[in-house]
């Protein structure tokens, strides 16, 4: 029997043949890259130990900080929590949006990502699953932080704000999740691609108005920490919280957390079919 024959034959016994990944619609790659989130899901929940460090370390921050700076900044600890709270929040989504790229690591390293790629799938699918599945870390980390805040005395004078504040800090934790992906997909070692991730995130989190005021820093320090887009993103916490009109810093914080997906993510998937 020749090769068109046996082709003929499984597609008369109804066997129509795999989608390519480069001609899969748009709402599929939707519902895969859901199903994708699903298992990332699952794997929490089978594993909470992956939410420790985003329970602890608001905790930690929150504590330690204002205890350390409460009475040089506010006078009090009590006077300093509505700066510190909304800074707090930023630092430690950011800082969750690391384990992302730790975690690609060791899935490529185990062969995770190969039967992925063999799939007829989106090729975004995996990637964008495992990313979406870890806004949960970040909504885990605002909760934990506000939480502790309240216990402490924190007081928001717009608690509807506080919510808006959080979902914004999630989105932008979401779009530098890509960029530690990245460095998960370019870098041969989970240990390096963590201690690549917090090399670049110390400066950008804590040359910020995040904990201090701008002002009580050098001046050099004081250009870089005003156009720190973590700056802004802190400040439309704050505003948000405060009842304030921040639309500006809002604006400019979304359209840096479009700019970072409509850059990143394509190299990212350009990186990671070619290394995988």
């Not at 921050?61 to 509505?82: D, Q, R």
Request: hydrophobic fraction near 55%; proline fraction near 6%; aromatic fraction near 6%.
């Amino acid at each position: 029997m020749t090769t068109g024959s046996l082709q003929s034959g499984a597609l008369a016994a109804g066997d129509a043949p795999a989608e390519p990944h480069d001609r899969v619609r748009p709402t599929a790659a939707v519902m895969q890259s859901l199903t994708m989130t699903h298992r990332g899901l699952m794997k929490i929940k089978h594993n909470p130990q992956q939410l420790f460090d985003v329970i602890v370390l608001p905790i930690v921050f929150t504590v330690m900080f204002s205890s350390i700076f409460g009475g040089a900044i506010a006078g009090n600890v009590v006077g300093y929590l509505p700066l510190l709270i909304p800074g707090v929040l930023v630092q430690v989504c950011v800082a969750a949006s690391v384990v992302t790229g730790v975690q690609l690591r060791e899935d490529l390293d185990r062969g995770v990502f190969d039967r992925f790629k063999s799939l007829p799938i989106a090729r975004i699918a995996p990637l964008a699953g495992a990313l979406v599945a870890n806004t949960l870390r970040y909504v885990v980390a605002s909760a934990i932080t506000v939480c502790v805040g309240v216990i402490m005395g924190y007081r928001p004078a717009s608690p509807v704000g506080v919510a808006v504040a959080c979902v914004l800090i999630v989105v932008v934790a979401f779009s530098l999740s890509w960029i530690f992906a990245l460095l998960g997909v370019l870098l041969d070692k989970a240990s390096t691609v963590q201690g690549v991730s917090m090399l670049v995130l110390m400066p950008i989190t804590f040359v910020s108005n995040a904990l201090v005021p701008i002002d009580t820093m050098p001046g050099w320090m004081q250009a870089c920490a005003s156009a720190n887009p973590v700056s802004h993103l802190v400040t439309a916490a704050r505003g948000l919280a405060a009842g304030e009109d921040v639309g500006t810093d809002i604006a400019y914080t979304l359209v840096g957390a479009a700019a970072v997906l409509a850059v990143v993510v394509p190299v990212t998937l350009r990186t990671y079919m070619r290394r995988t």
